[in-house]
Each structure stands twice: as C-alpha cells, then as structure tokens.
C-alpha cells in the first residue's frame, strides 16, 4: 500500500531564512513524488514533480524538493522564505502502474515570520 | 496548467436535501476525475474516482447511495450529496489527471464548503 508521512505539523521559519518541509513515502514500484499547496479555503496548486531523471527537481515559486531514494525522502525546501510562502503543504505519492490516485501526507502548516 | 473549475464554491443546505456539485476541465479532456474531502485542518480524503462512462469506483467507508459521482463527459463529473445531514459538511475538492498521464500531476478544483444546516 502507498502512504506519506509529514512529520511535522507545523513549521516556523523567519523570512529571508531557508526552510524545508520533511516528507518521506512507501510505495511499491518507482514512485512519482508531487508537492502541493493549499491557502486558506483553496484547492491544491501544484508545485512541482519528482517521475524520473535528476534527483534535484525546481518547482513554482522557487521551490525545489529533493529525490532521495535510499532515504526515501522528498524534503520540500527554499533556499529564502517569504512571508508569502505561509500555507499548508502537503506531499503525495503515486506508485508507477496504472491509474492509481494520488495518496496525500496530513499536510504540514507553514509560518514564515516577518 | 491545466484549469479545473468547481461549482458553486459554497453552498448552504438544509438538513435532508440534496447538492450537487460540478468538476469541470477547462481545456483539456479527463477520462478520470477524483473526488476528495477535507476536514478541517485535515489532508484530503479520496472519496472515490470517477471514471467518464462508467460506474465510480467508491474508497471503502464511502456510501455510493449517498455520495452519487456522475462522469457523463470527458469535460464533466458531478458528485450529488443525497439527503444532506449535518455531518456531511466539509469542504469537497475535485481533481483531474493532466495529459501526462500516469506520471501527470492533478490539478484541483478552488473546493466547494458545504454547510448542512
């Protein structure tokens, strides 16, 4: 069975500081990573994607996420954070076959501080 | 990306009525679409995938007589909540695969609130 795991629930950075958004996943197969983001009251917007290739992948909004497969881990980072970022993330994990749905994580709340 | 649109973002019903409520694609065609639900401060539920011109597939734990999901178009699945009870209130988000296929992100509709009352 596929699952994603957020540790944290939340997560405080200052602005101008990095951040990252831990994830970690279980799928049987070569998966396909996604991260997404919710404001309040709003679907998800898609922010970038791990299927194949470069384990370093560059998103929207200068985010990027890191494909690491022994660790099976894809962290969410940004090298500056802004004020703006404040959202819920959430990472979701497909395995590689068929027409199976996206499984999401719970979701982690970003608070960037001025 | 493709554009997903969700109708109507709110709606506010008595107890024991029905809603309905629209997931379209804007520009492209989707032979999948998926319905979740969010509870507050909560991930998303997958509800059930609805596939155009066949029955949905329901998760376990899903009621299809009260959650019906209608793929009648390419363009076009509606989930009807039947005889709305207070519990059902939640915030309902739609998605569709983009033409990438498997590997293809979803891209979300902005979710419909809906408050039974």
């Known amino acids: 069975a596929q699952s994603v795991a957020q540790p944290e629930d939340q997560v405080n950075v200052a602005e101008g500081n990095p951040l990252t958004v831990k994830c970690t996943y279980s799928v049987s197969g070569n998966p396909y990573l996604f991260w997404y983001v919710q404001y309040p009251n709003r679907g998800l917007q898609f922010l970038l994607k791990?299927?194949?290739?470069?384990?370093l992948v560059k998103g929207s909004y200068g985010f990027e996420a890191e494909f690491n497969k022994s660790q099976t881990s894809f962290h969410l980072k940004k090298p500056s954070a802004l004020v703006s970022d404040s959202a819920l993330y959430f990472c979701?994990?497909?395995?590689?076959?068929?027409?199976?749905?996206?499984?999401f994580g719970k979701g982690t709340r970003l608070s960037v501080i001025a | 990306g493709a554009v997903v649109s969700q109708h109507p973002s709110r709606v506010i019903c008595k107890s024991g009525t029905s809603v309905k409520i629209e997931c379209r694609s804007l520009d492209f065609q989707a032979t999948t679409m998926f319905w979740y639900r969010q509870f507050p401060k909560q991930s998303l539920m997958l509800m059930a995938t609805?596939?155009?011109?066949?029955?949905?597939?329901?998760e376990q734990g899903v009621e299809k007589d009260k959650f019906l999901i209608n793929h009648a178009s390419l363009t076009l699945s509606t989930l009807t909540v039947t005889s709305a009870h207070p519990e059902d209130s939640s915030f309902y988000i739609c998605?569709?695969?983009?033409?990438?296929?498997?590997?293809?992100?979803?891209?979300f509709g902005e979710g419909s609130r809906l408050t039974v009352l």
């Open positions: 791990y299927i194949t290739g470069d384990n």
């Open positions: 979701a994990v497909r395995g590689g076959s068929g027409n199976t749905p996206l499984v």
């Open positions: 609805s596939n155009e011109g066949s029955k949905a597939t329901y």
């Open positions: 998605s569709a695969r983009g033409m990438d296929g498997v590997a293809g992100e979803l891209f």
